[in-house]
């Protein structure tokens, strides 16, 4: 059994991916690759803006 894997990460959604390829040899490699994966998206705001938030609230509040 091959255990070695490759994660790809992205900032669209999966069910884009066509809209956003307009190269066609670009579209048929990420259908193979997609084909073959586990997708997982993830929901909610990023842990990035969060972190923003509370530095803000935290300045704002003397601390």
Request: hydrophobic content about 45%; overall charge negative.
């Amino acid at each position: 059994m091959d255990l070695r894997s490759t994660i790809f990460l992205s900032q669209f959604p999966v069910a884009k991916f066509h809209a956003l390829m307009e190269d066609a040899t670009a579209d048929a490699i990420m259908d193979r690759i997609i084909h073959a994966s586990r997708v997982i998206e993830l929901t909610g705001e990023s842990m990035r803006k969060l972190k923003a938030h509370d530095e803000l609230n935290q300045d704002e509040e003397g601390g």
